[in-house]
Nanobody, 113 residues
């Protein structure tokens, strides 16, 4: 199993920044492709960004140019740097490991206008 613990969420004004962290533990050899998803109230969970073990990234069009995904393999941690946050970015953000299918518990991000 892989355990994922997110942190870094909170309340921020529009235009502000937050950095989310996702610390992984357990079957470390399965921690290859990692992703961030988000789910806003009344909406389906959607992919925000993904990163492979060798650092290749994909970012959703809705956040391209504002959000950056990165990882520190030595710390088994994945990050999501979120800049120029907008109210529509308000959601619970989840960390996900593709190989194990594990999800984190989620961290709330709220952007006020």
């Amino acid at each position: 199993q892989v355990q994922l613990v997110e942190s870094g969420g909170g309340l921020v004004q529009a235009g502000g920044s937050l950095r989310l962290s996702c610390a992984a533990s357990g079957r470390i050899f399965e921690i290859k492709t990692m992703a961030w998803y988000r789910q806003a109230p009344g909406k389906e969970r959607e992919l925000v960004a993904r990163i492979t073990s060798d650092g290749r990234t994909n970012v959703a069009d809705s956040v391209k140019g504002r959000f950056t995904i990165s990882r520190d393999n030595a710390k088994n941690t994945v990050y999501l740097q979120m800049n120029i946050l907008q109210p529509e970015d308000t959601a619970v953000y989840y960390c996900y490991n593709l190989q194990s299918g594990s999800w984190g518990q989620g961290t709330q991000v709220t952007v006020s206008s």
